[in-house]
């Protein structure tokens, strides 16, 4: 990462933290905080394809987008894409509460992880000014601020029986993964879709010949991040209700309301 990309970080999570404190502290009815998220969720997505509006501003009026763009290849494509959904799903219903804990907490740390490996913020290697690389950049974060603002704003409590749900996600992005592999690597009229798809890493390791760093091992490196938040957040959340005299019960004890959906 370079001193460029560093100070951008710092500051654009600054200024995600303050806006999700800000809108925690104001808006404080259910329809704000849905409405907070939906714009932030539209922003992200309309960021993510915008590639193929600039590019039809030069290239013979013919827009073009990478596959990354057009399809969910990769873990934040795949977050983005189901933020349009959950933004959209009633927050009472099994389908929000299966999808949420996955889209919140993967947005936040996905987004942070490619964020912290980008090397400059809106310039490629030379130098120059990249729309591609800016429009990722900008997508990302507003990713991040999406899906905090899903935990910040009470939308999400992350709680150890979250795990499940996170887990199963994690597998189905395994398949999504698999599949988009084969159908990329067909032919079409003699010739390969795509030779090098790496959905999901799961062909080639994300860098270098590292083993380790193929999607199957991510997987499981992220099943265990992402179990070991769930179960600090609960403690922490827990404890802070019990100080204000709160009898929270914790999610894995029986004695949990059968309808403690948070």
């Not at 900008?138 to 999400?156: E, K, N, P, R």
């Amino acid at each position: 990462m370079t001193p460029q990309m560093l100070t951008f970080n710092i500051i654009s999570l600054s200024l995600i933290v303050i806006i999700c404190v800000v809108l925690r502290c104001t808006v404080k009815d259910h329809k704000g905080k849905v409405a907070a998220l939906r714009v932030f969720a539209w922003l992200t997505f309309l960021l993510h394809i915008s590639i193929m509006w600039e590019t039809s501003l030069y290239n013979n009026a013919t827009g073009e987008a990478p596959r990354s763009v057009l399809y969910p290849l990769y873990h934040c494509n795949v977050v983005m894409y189901l933020l349009m959904v959950v933004a959209y799903l009633p927050q009472d219903k099994k389908a929000f509460k299966f999808l949420a804990p996955f889209v919140s907490l993967g947005g936040v740390l996905g987004g942070l992880l490619t964020t912290f490996t980008y090397m400059f913020p809106i310039w490629n290697d030379a130098g120059q000014f990249s729309y591609e690389q800016a429009k990722s950049t900008f997508s990302h974060i507003t990713m991040i601020l999406a899906c905090l603002w899903m935990l910040c704003g009470g939308m999400v409590k992350l709680r150890v029986k979250s795990i499940p749900s996170i887990i199963a996600m994690l597998l189905l992005e395994g398949a999504n993964g698999l599949i988009f592999n084969f159908l990329l690597t067909r032919s079409i009229k003699g010739q390969v879709i795509y030779a090098d798809a790496n959905a999901m890493w799961l062909r080639f390791p994300i860098i270098g010949d590292n083993k380790a760093l193929m999607g199957y091992f991510i997987g499981i490196y992220a099943a265990v991040v992402f179990s070991l938040v769930c179960l600090i957040w609960e403690l922490v959340a827990v404890a802070s209700a019990r100080k204000k005299g709160i009898n929270e019960p914790y999610s894995w004890k029986k004695q949990a309301v059968a309808d403690y959906n948070d």
